[in-house]
């Protein structure tokens, strides 16, 4: 007990939240894969009505047409290895597709020309063995994979991830055997770090009391589960901070290294620029000294250094304006809010699409609002960030994935940390966020598309 309280209480924090939060996902995801051993879906792909089913616990797939005799029949999990149709109740083997006791007994479903890795995409990487922790390779954390496994140019599209999360996980593979285990790892130990520098961060910013709650909120965000996944936010959050660290302590060169690194980490990084180049400004003889350009210069070419690699994969569009393999393009960030607004005033559009909007009317609320209750710089990046964040809009999903990206607007949660003063608001936002957080995990494990 002597040495716990010997540690710095932000590292005692981190690791106590870091621990609850934990154990509080590998119970849900136990759940989940104990009640719901099989992801099944009744949905139209390319005109064929097909059946679509994963099978948690061993991350077999199949795809099957699911109209006989000219009826479309609807599916539902029926054990582990079964599923059963709502018109008739008969029992079918999922990995023959044939119906093995009630009205439909000996009938075999016809496969579909749809394979099943273009609906759960692992992208030729290894598929981890273990059911739990397999729950948490999904989409991105595939492609990061497959990168480390095999280097870019393997996979069509793998240049739009950038490269020092993969680097990072081959560089680990030796010690774990497994590049999706490795990635998890990384995230794992990329969340705790942040948390611990989050704390101080915050601190700094109002009390103790406030700090802890606004960590909280983060933590029960509805996305938050991506801090465990092989995903990139918890490490572009590590390296966002200890950029900032590094300007409030005029290391300029060690500033631009961090800002470097985020960039190469998510493109987003940029956005660290604006306050690195604002806080320069305010020193004085103004770029008088190396260390001011050498810092500057190093992120710019981190950002070089990214287009270059896009070089080496694309013969067109290095510079991302139009990207039609994914539908997307660079448009002003207002026209990517308008074309949520659209979709959502003409009634197709779904849940996901809904949470999007709300979440980005939300942290724009919160950047506004509270503009003068923390440092300038910090608000720069958050403004910046959104910016960035909304200028590549997906003609499929608008305002893609801003549920997650979300998660690295740290300040703002500082933000809704002092509306949580009070205990209704207090109340309404844990409520919202943990119901949420619950059901887009759930989805995430059971391959539904959240961000």
């Given at each position: 007990?002597?040495?716990?309280?010997?540690?710095?209480?932000?590292?005692?924090?981190?690791?106590?939240?870091?621990?609850?939060?934990?154990?509080?996902?590998?119970?849900?995801?136990?759940?989940?894969?104990?009640?719901?051993?099989?992801?099944?879906?009744?949905?139209?792909?390319?005109?064929?009505?097909?059946?679509?089913?994963?099978?948690?616990?061993?991350?077999?797939?199949?795809?099957?047409?699911?109209?006989?005799?000219?009826?479309?029949?609807?599916?539902r999990a029926a054990g582990?290895?079964?599923?059963?149709?709502?018109?008739?109740?008969?029992?079918?083997?999922?990995?023959?597709?044939?119906?093995?006791?009630?009205?439909?007994?000996?009938?075999?479903?016809?496969?579909?020309?749809?394979?099943?890795?273009?609906?759960?995409?692992?992208?030729?990487?290894?598929?981890?063995?273990?059911?739990?922790?397999?729950?948490?390779?999904?989409?991105?954390?595939?492609?990061?994979?497959?990168?480390?496994?095999?280097?870019?140019?393997?996979?069509?599209?793998?240049?739009?991830?950038?490269?020092?999360?993969?680097?990072?996980?081959?560089?680990?593979?030796?010690?774990?055997?497994?590049?999706?285990?490795?990635?998890?790892?990384?995230?794992?130990?990329?969340?705790?770090?942040?948390?611990?520098?989050?704390?101080?961060?915050?601190?700094?910013?109002?009390?103790?009391?406030?700090?802890?709650?606004?960590?909280?909120?983060?933590?029960?965000?509805?996305?938050?589960?991506?801090?465990?996944?092989?995903?990139?936010?918890?490490?572009?959050?590590?390296?966002?901070?200890?950029?900032?660290?590094?300007?409030?302590?005029?290391?300029?060169?060690?500033?631009?290294?961090?800002?470097?690194?985020?960039?190469?980490?998510?493109?987003?990084g940029i956005a660290l620029?604006?306050?690195?180049?604002?806080?320069?400004?305010?020193?004085?003889?103004?770029?008088?000294?190396?260390?001011?350009?050498?810092?500057?210069?190093?992120?710019?070419?981190?950002?070089?250094?990214?287009?270059?690699?896009?070089?080496?994969?694309?013969?067109?569009?290095?510079?991302?304006?139009?990207?039609?393999?994914?539908?997307?393009?660079?448009?002003?960030?207002?026209?990517?809010?308008?074309?949520?607004?659209?979709?959502?005033?003409?009634?197709?559009?779904?849940?996901?699409?809904?949470?999007?909007?709300?979440?980005?009317?939300?942290?724009?609320?919160?950047?506004?609002?509270?503009?003068?209750?923390?440092?300038?710089?910090?608000?720069?990046?958050?403004?910046?960030?959104?910016?960035?964040?909304?200028?590549?809009?997906?003609?499929?999903?608008?305002?893609?994935?801003?549920?997650?990206?979300?998660?690295?607007?740290?300040?703002?949660?500082?933000?809704?940390?002092?509306?949580?003063e009070n205990l209704w608001?207090?109340?309404?936002?844990?409520?919202?966020?943990?119901?949420?957080?619950?059901?887009?995990?759930?989805?995430?494990?059971?391959?539904?598309?959240?961000?």
């Amino acid at each position: 007990m002597q040495r716990w309280t010997a540690v710095d209480k932000a590292w005692r924090f981190a690791i106590i939240v870091f621990l609850a939060l934990r154990i509080f996902y590998a119970l849900w995801s136990w759940l989940i894969l104990t009640v719901q051993p099989l992801a099944v879906q009744n949905t139209d792909l390319s005109g064929e009505p097909v059946l679509t089913v994963f099978n948690l616990q061993s991350s077999q797939a199949h795809i099957y047409l699911r109209e006989i005799n000219g009826q479309n029949l609807m599916f539902r999990a029926a054990g582990i290895n079964t599923v059963t149709d709502l018109q008739t109740s008969s029992i079918w083997d999922i990995s023959t597709g044939t119906a093995l006791e009630g009205y439909f007994k000996g009938i075999r479903l016809a496969h579909s020309n749809i394979t099943p890795s273009e609906i759960f995409p692992y992208h030729n990487a290894k598929v981890y063995p273990i059911g739990w922790l397999a729950l948490w390779q999904r989409f991105d954390a595939n492609w990061y994979t497959v990168i480390a496994e095999t280097g870019y140019g393997s996979i069509r599209g793998d240049i739009h991830f950038p490269p020092i999360f993969p680097l990072l996980i081959r560089i680990l593979m030796p010690l774990f055997g497994n590049a999706f285990l490795a990635g998890l790892f990384i995230s794992h130990l990329a969340t705790l770090y942040a948390l611990k520098l989050l704390f101080d961060v915050l601190c700094e910013w109002g009390e103790e009391r406030l700090a802890k709650r606004a960590i909280l909120f983060m933590l029960v965000f509805p996305t938050s589960f991506f801090l465990f996944s092989a995903y990139t936010e918890s490490l572009f959050m590590v390296a966002a901070l200890l950029s900032f660290k590094q300007m409030k302590e005029h290391h300029w060169a060690w500033s631009g290294f961090w800002v470097f690194c985020a960039i190469l980490t998510r493109l987003q990084g940029i956005a660290l620029i604006i306050p690195m180049a604002y806080l320069i400004c305010l020193e004085r003889p103004f770029l008088r000294k190396p260390s001011y350009w050498f810092g500057l210069a190093i992120p710019i070419l981190g950002g070089i250094f990214y287009l270059f690699l896009r070089s080496r994969q694309v013969t067109r569009d290095i510079v991302p304006f139009m990207e039609i393999d994914l539908h997307a393009r660079l448009v002003p960030p207002w026209e990517n809010y308008w074309y949520a607004l659209q979709t959502l005033a003409s009634a197709k559009f779904t849940l996901v699409d809904f949470l999007n909007w709300a979440v980005v009317t939300l942290f724009i609320v919160l950047l506004v609002s509270g503009w003068h209750r923390i440092p300038l710089e910090y608000n720069l990046y958050s403004a910046v960030s959104l910016m960035i964040l909304l200028i590549r809009i997906v003609e499929t999903q608008p305002l893609n994935s801003m549920l997650r990206y979300s998660l690295t607007l740290f300040p703002s949660f500082f933000i809704l940390g002092l509306a949580g003063e009070n205990l209704w608001i207090r109340r309404l936002i844990l409520y919202t966020f943990i119901s949420l957080n619950l059901y887009l995990s759930a989805q995430f494990f059971l391959w539904g598309w959240v961000a």
